[in-house]
């Protein structure tokens, strides 16, 4: 009895259970493809099955015809419902990172490589669906939404494919499990937390700077320079990208450490009030670096900059 039940478990797992995730496109092919009757299929069904018995009883020449001939129409139905899913080719688009709370959308491309519409295409995850209509020889890109609950890396794990095309008696469904994850951010504090002091004197001294006592000049744009420092009027003219130079006392060096934060909090609330404070000084064009136990970003600017810091927010400790 117990090697019947421990059979029919690994059974149910070979079909239903969780996969490893499908590197590159997946294509549909005819052996992952199931197809069952829905309930108005059954409900036909019984129908048929009614007006036959009916019809042998009390001899309906009219009957027969009628039986069949609605039998026939949905043998046809099968062979248009597996049709407008086998043979579809799915490949894993772009992802964005989140933060922790919010929803990720991953990308996936429909391609129908066939010479024929698939129409009513539907994907799952969830209990959500997403529709589309592929046309002949074309594709369509969709987004699956997937609750970014905890920082770390998101799979949008096992997706449902299917269709009830054209008449809605059958159901044609495949699993994909797309190779594709989302980083997840630490989700920041709810308040505008202030920032720590900067540490670090630096004296009086001058020096070229992003700070913003006395407008010194322009210099060549770099990657890390903030928006708001461009001479956009120079742009305008069609000089280039130029960043304006202040002068004024030398920037010192904001530290967001570890070691900063109340001894009371928990380790997630911890990386909660770091990515609040990395946002913070992004915000503010300040040079800032990162410190946590075992790692030390340098003080720096900018874009990559940012997303650097969150990232190892994100996976730190996991």
Not at 57 to 79: D, E, R
Not at 251 to 270: F, G, I, R, T, V
């Amino acid at each position: 009895m117990f090697e019947k039940i421990l059979s029919r478990s690994q059974l149910y797992l070979a079909f239903f259970g969780p996969r490893e995730p499908e590197p590159g496109t997946i294509f549909l092919r005819q052996n992952r493809v199931y197809i069952l009757p829905t309930r108005p299929g059954l409900g036909f069904a019984m129908a048929l099955g009614v007006m036959l018995v009916g019809s042998i009883n009390y001899n309906l020449s009219l009957g027969y015809i009628l039986t069949f001939l609605l039998a026939s129409m949905g043998l046809v139905a099968i062979l248009h419902t597996f049709r407008n899913l086998v043979h579809l080719h799915i490949t894993p688009g772009r992802v964005e990172p989140v933060f922790a709370g919010e929803v990720a959308w991953f990308e996936l491309f429909v391609e129908n490589r066939s010479g024929y519409e698939r129409s009513s295409i539907a994907l799952w995850r969830e209990g959500k669906a997403t529709l589309c209509d592929v046309a002949p020889a074309r594709g369509a890109t969709l987004s699956i939404p997937v609750a970014a609950r905890q920082r770390g890396w998101l799979t949008p794990g096992r997706i449902t494919v299917d269709t009830r095309f054209p008449v809605g008696l059958l159901r044609a469904w495949s699993y994909i499990q797309p190779d594709m994850r989302c980083l997840v951010y630490p989700r920041p504090d709810d308040g505008l937390l202030p920032l720590p002091e900067p540490s670090g004197g630096t004296g009086e001294k001058r020096a070229a700077s992003g700070g913003s006592d006395d407008f010194a000049g322009l210099r060549p744009y770099q990657a890390s320079d903030s928006p708001r420092h461009i001479h956009w009027k120079a742009a305008a003219r069609g000089q280039g990208l130029r960043t304006k130079v202040f002068s004024g006392r030398a920037a010192a060096e904001l530290w967001l450490d570890w070691n900063q934060l109340p001894a009371n909090l928990d380790l997630e609330s911890k990386l909660s009030r770091l990515t609040r404070w990395a946002l913070s000084a992004d915000q503010e064009g300040l040079r800032y670096g990162l410190r946590l136990p075992g790692l030390e970003l340098a003080p720096d600017t900018g874009e990559s900059h940012r997303l650097a810091c969150l990232r190892e927010l994100a996976l730190y400790g996991l």
